[in-house]
């Protein structure tokens, strides 16, 4: 069965740069494009960025500046940094692995999660 | 990248059905059958519950069925029960420069 395990930084200060790492046990990692997703307080989900096992990335435009998302596939890891922060990014932060969409119509969507991690930025 | 518009909150009452809708647009819902919705409990994580616009993932009761017309996705959730109660979202494909759209999230309270 496979498992997201995140952790990382819970609590820093405007400017400062997020960092958040993922791992993935039991099962491919090379299958599968692998997702960041944040939740601010009371608020609804917002796509951060994607990769998968070769490294190539895609990010959510209002975020591109600031995002970097890298994967170490020796260790089935995955891993996130949000340079700049203020206290808008204050938001839980989660993992998620995503099925790619296909030419033929099917997939785009996140089958599994991690715990989430809370992050909190203050000045 | 405008969200999804979801209802805010909706509710019903034990053995009733409910329809939470999510709107988009031509170029995300409209474009591709590819709305997943999540349910998410308090402080958990969101759980998929219907990926391709219609399909259920292994585990997932059958009292929860997806939809789409246009630009409109719908989730229906049947036979309301108690453990329903929680926040759910619709999520679309949008295209491979602005890849994903969420909505703004549904309240469902089972009366």
């Known amino acids: 069965q496979v498992q997201l395990q995140q952790w990382g930084a819970g609590l820093l200060k405007t400017s400062e740069t997020l960092s958040l790492t993922c791992a993935v046990y039991?099962?491919?990692?090379?299958?599968?494009?692998w997702s960041w997703i944040r939740q601010p307080p009371g608020k609804g989900l917002e796509w951060i960025g994607e990769?998968?096992?070769?490294?190539?990335?895609n990010y959510n435009p209002s975020l591109k500046s600031r995002v970097t998302i890298s994967v170490d596939t020796s260790k089935n890891q995955f891993s996130l940094k949000l340079s700049s922060v203020t206290a808008a990014d204050t938001a839980v932060y989660y993992c998620?692995?995503?099925?790619?969409?296909?030419?033929?119509?099917?997939?785009?969507?996140?089958?599994?999660w991690g715990q989430g991690t809370m992050v909190t930025v203050s000045s | 990248q405008s969200a999804l518009t979801q209802p805010a909150s909706v509710s019903g009452s034990p053995g009733q059905s409910i329809t939470i809708s999510c709107t988009g647009t031509s170029s995300d819902v409209g474009s591709y059958n590819l709305v997943s919705w999540y349910q998410q409990h308090p402080g958990k994580a969101p759980k998929l519950m219907i990926y391709e616009g219609v399909k259920r993932p292994s585990g997932v009761s059958n009292r929860f069925s997806g939809s789409k017309s246009g630009n409109t996705a719908s989730l229906t959730i049947s036979g309301l029960q108690a453990e329903d109660e929680a926040d759910y979202y619709c999520?679309?494909?949008?295209?491979?420069?602005?890849?994903?759209?969420f909505g703004g999230g549904t309240k469902l309270t089972v009366l």
């Open positions: 998620a692995r995503q099925v790619r969409p296909t030419a033929a119509g099917t997939g785009a969507y996140f089958d599994i």
């Open positions: 990769i998968n096992h070769s490294g190539s990335t």
């Open positions: 039991g099962g491919s990692f090379s299958g599968y494009y």
């Open positions: 999520c679309s494909y949008a295209g491979s420069s602005t890849s994903w759209v």
